[in-house]
C-alpha cells in the first residue's frame, strides 16, 4: 500500500515551492521539504538523486517518481502522478 503521508507531504512540497513560480530547481523543493517534519532522511535522499536543473511542477512530479522506480520503491511509496513516469 503506498505511503500516504509522504505523498500528502510531497504533494503539499510541490504546491508550495510552485505557488509563485513556474520553474523552480531541485535545491529549493529540497529546501522547503527539509522543513517538513514527516519526511524522514532517508524520504529527503530522493530528492538527492535528482540533476539539479529547473524543473516545472509536473517535470519535478516526473523526475521524483522516475527515482522512485528506479529504486523499486513504487509499491511502498507510491507515485506523485499515480502512473509508471
Excluded: W
Aim: negative net charge; aromatic residues 4%.
Amino acid at each position: 500500500m503506498p505511503d500516504q503521508v509522504f505523498l500528502g507531504e510531497m504533494r503539499r512540497i510541490l504546491d508550495e515551492v510552485y505557488r509563485d513560480r513556474d520553474s523552480a530547481a531541485v535545491r529549493d523543493v529540497y529546501a522547503c521539504a527539509s522543513a517538513h517534519v514527516h519526511l524522514t532522511a532517508d524520504r529527503l535522499a530522493l530528492l538527492n538523486e535528482i540533476p539539479e536543473d529547473g524543473y516545472t511542477r509536473e517535470e519535478m512530479a516526473e523526475a521524483i517518481d522516475k527515482v522512485i522506480m528506479r529504486r523499486g520503491e513504487q509499491d511502498n511509496l507510491g507515485l506523485l502522478q499515480g502512473r509508471s513516469p
